[in-house]
């Protein structure tokens, strides 16, 4: 199944370069996605330079906040000058932060926010991480949200595969297809035939559904119906089982890292492909395949 690269690359993400995961594990990852914010990881790794890997995420994403862990360390890599190029060569429209670790002394800390805060000129701070790890969730969670890293967004889409697939049994009739979005709160697919006789706002119970391998079932609620490109577009809101808007909490704890893993896959997958084909312009391509792990 296609996705189309123009879906993948709206929305405002952000990216922490180089982060140690010491201080700031992946699982963090999810728990921001949770939150709202669409957060990744950029590594350092032999097969691309991580110069190479900041230009193409700046050229394919259309809003990206870039947080730089200024303490690691890789040979023949000056990060103020990496930063210094970034905002030179993007004319200072990056959004840019620094994350580093807690230092001894109060004179090199306030040395350090001088140099990026006011030299520099950095937009998203100069963060210094503490040596606990529940401390600095929560210090990054209100960088984040300083930072407006939400987007417009509270809940966001993950582009489905033909492992997101659903079954709705209503007024007699059984519909099965493979959905086109699905988030936390609601869940979107197209169908070319066989419209479900369901109306505006009604809802529909027991909706069984398959997300690459986790099973489960809710009710949802039809929110927006529209023709595109000869197929209708369902959008429905997921309803709890008593009757409140959303998932119930234990299917919605459990939805997170699966939903988490599809959208970051995709993300990855994108990237992975421009980094190692050399396509820095998203306009070259748009769409791409998805690997058989989703």
């Given at each position: 199944m296609?996705?189309s690269?123009?879906?993948?690359?709206?929305?405002?993400?952000?990216f922490?370069?180089?982060?140690?995961?010491?201080?700031?594990p992946?699982?963090?990852l999810?728990?921001?996605?949770?939150?709202?914010?669409?957060?990744?990881?950029?590594e350092?790794?032999?097969?691309v330079?991580?110069?190479?890997?900041i230009?193409?995420?700046?050229?394919?994403f259309?809003?990206?906040?870039?947080?730089f862990?200024?303490d690691?360390?890789?040979?023949?890599?000056n990060w103020?000058?990496?930063?210094?190029?970034?905002?030179?060569?993007?004319n200072n429209?990056t959004?840019?932060?620094?994350?580093?670790?807690?230092?001894q002394s109060?004179?090199e800390?306030?040395?350090?926010?001088?140099?990026y805060?006011?030299?520099?000129?950095?937009?998203?701070?100069?963060?210094?991480?503490?040596y606990?790890?529940?401390?600095?969730?929560?210090i990054?969670?209100k960088?984040?949200r300083?930072?407006?890293?939400q987007?417009?967004?509270?809940n966001?889409?993950?582009?489905?595969?033909?492992?997101c697939?659903f079954?709705i049994?209503?007024n007699?009739?059984?519909?099965?297809?493979?959905?086109?979005?699905?988030?936390?709160s609601h869940?979107?697919?197209?169908?070319?035939?066989?419209?479900?006789?369901?109306?505006?706002?009604?809802?529909?119970?027991?909706i069984?559904f398959?997300?690459?391998?986790?099973?489960f079932?809710?009710?949802?609620?039809?929110?927006?119906?529209?023709k595109?490109?000869?197929?209708?577009?369902?959008?429905?809101?997921f309803t709890?089982?008593?009757?409140?808007a959303?998932?119930d909490?234990r299917?919605?704890?459990?939805?997170?890292?699966?939903?988490?893993q599809?959208?970051?896959a995709?993300?990855k997958?994108?990237?992975?492909?421009?980094?190692?084909?050399?396509?820095?312009d998203?306009?070259?391509k748009?769409?791409?395949?998805?690997?058989?792990?989703l």
């Amino acid at each position: 199944m296609a996705i189309s690269i123009e879906e993948i690359v709206t929305g405002r993400k952000t990216f922490f370069i180089t982060p140690d995961t010491s201080l700031l594990p992946e699982s963090f990852l999810e728990d921001y996605f949770s939150l709202g914010y669409e957060c990744y990881f950029v590594e350092n790794d032999k097969r691309v330079d991580i110069r190479r890997k900041i230009d193409i995420i700046i050229n394919t994403f259309r809003d990206v906040i870039l947080f730089f862990n200024i303490d690691y360390p890789i040979s023949d890599v000056n990060w103020d000058e990496i930063i210094d190029n970034t905002l030179r060569k993007y004319n200072n429209g990056t959004s840019i932060g620094v994350f580093y670790i807690k230092r001894q002394s109060r004179e090199e800390k306030l040395r350090l926010e001088k140099k990026y805060l006011f030299e520099k000129g950095l937009n998203c701070g100069c963060i210094q991480l503490e040596y606990q790890k529940k401390q600095n969730f929560e210090i990054i969670e209100k960088i984040l949200r300083a930072n407006q890293a939400q987007g417009r967004r509270k809940n966001i889409r993950a582009l489905c595969s033909n492992t997101c697939t659903f079954q709705i049994r209503f007024n007699g009739g059984c519909y099965n297809g493979i959905l086109q979005d699905v988030s936390l709160s609601h869940f979107s697919f197209l169908f070319s035939e066989n419209t479900i006789p369901v109306k505006l706002y009604e809802k529909i119970s027991d909706i069984h559904f398959n997300i690459r391998g986790f099973l489960f079932k809710s009710d949802a609620v039809l929110i927006m119906e529209r023709k595109v490109g000869g197929k209708s577009l369902y959008v429905f809101a997921f309803t709890s089982s008593n009757g409140a808007a959303g998932l119930d909490q234990r299917i919605h704890q459990l939805l997170v890292p699966v939903i988490y893993q599809l959208m970051s896959a995709n993300c990855k997958t994108l990237l992975d492909q421009l980094y190692m084909s050399g396509i820095e312009d998203k306009s070259e391509k748009d769409i791409f395949k998805t690997p058989d792990f989703l």
